[in-house]
């Protein structure tokens, strides 16, 4: 459960008093329907992820790096697409506010703390309402304003 994950994040972020967590998200079958087409990028989106989305980018606690194996030209046509629809991106593929340290070796493996990715177990179909309903819940909102 994707909520699960998102919990543990913002339980860490308390106790270590971190400003923020890191989201790692994958596109095809996670945000949006592929379409297996070459040359046109798919824009349908999952049930409730445009509106999860919206959300997450709206709080400044939480940076976003899409996670995918697009092509360079069509992550540039994607960071379009997801700007118009009021959803940001901070990075792509990498997080470059997290560096080499004691902690870990951050070359080839991005930090993050919660990730949405298909192929992990995320059913694009089902979770994201319970991302959305988890995001608008108390909760939420005494996570928000602390
Ligand atoms: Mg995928």
Redesign the pocket.
Known sequence: MITKAIEKAFRRREEKQWEKTYWAI?????VIEPNWKVGSIPRNFYPMAKESLQMISMRPDIVTIMYTCSNPHEIKQYQEFFESHEIRFDYVNENPEVTNSGFGFYDHKPYFNVLF???AGFDAEEDWKDVYEYLISQEYKKDLFK
Do not use: F, I, M, P
């Not at 994958?26 to 996670?30: G, K, S, V």
């Open positions: 994958d596109l095809h079958e996670t990715e298909d192929k």
